[in-house]
């Protein structure tokens, strides 16, 4: 799975280790998320777009 959430955090200012304070998880989860090596629960996926103001189909692309 591939995401955007490089490119959604860079449009809102945030780092990884802020948006990962948002959602609840540690900042390397984050770096692992954005270089696809983890596939996150469908609540986290939830947050990190609800953090990012986006649908879930936007920031996580299902190949």
Do not use: C, W
Not at 19 to 47: C, H, M, Q, W
């Amino acid at each position: 799975m591939r995401t955007r959430i490089k490119e959604f955090r860079a449009r809102y200012d945030l780092t990884q280790e802020e948006l990962a304070k948002k959602v609840g998880v540690r900042r390397e989860t984050i770096v692992f998320l954005e270089k696809g090596k983890y596939n996150p629960s469908l609540k986290l996926a939830y947050d990190i777009s609800k953090i990012l103001h986006s649908r879930i189909e936007e920031v996580f692309l299902f190949d």
